[in-house]
């Protein structure tokens, strides 16, 4: 009953800590952005506070603008294949995969019947791992 209780409040900390961070936070900063840059920005230039005066109008012109470029932006470093490449940058990613593929060749050649090339393949990808583990 505890472990069950308890399972529950970590599912429920982890929904919340992915709507929070993924959703409400990054809401929040963008309308506050558009709120600072409204005070800081446009009050303080008069031709622009002649037309964006209310910040209604700045937000939406500020959405129509911002969100498409944003869009631009984030397909040009996807074609570019700065995001695939990111996660790899992290040594203990590369060193992961690099484990996982050699335990995973191990098993295949295990079940293929090659106990040799298997017990090879699986002694690299524990190598591989060996390095990353906490020593107590």
Not at 73 to 78: A, C, K, L, S, T
Request: aromatic share 14%.
């Amino acid at each position: 009953m505890f472990i069950s209780v308890a399972r529950r409040v970590r599912d429920l900390w982890i929904y919340f800590k992915a709507g929070h961070s993924g959703y409400l936070v990054y809401t929040m900063s963008l309308l506050n952005f558009v709120v600072l840059q409204h005070r800081l920005l446009i009050s303080y230039i008069p031709i622009l506070s002649q037309y964006l005066s209310r910040l209604s109008t700045f937000f939406f012109l500020f959405v129509f603008t911002y969100i498409p470029l944003a869009i631009i932006i984030g397909r040009f470093e996807y074609q570019k294949g700065e995001m695939k490449r990111r996660p790899m940058l992290n040594p203990y990613t590369q060193d992961s995969l690099i484990g996982n593929i050699k335990l995973n060749e191990g098993l295949l050649k295990f079940i293929d019947g090659d106990e040799e090339g298997a017990k090879k393949e699986i002694e690299e990808g524990l190598a591989v791992l060996q390095k990353w583990r906490l020593e107590r």
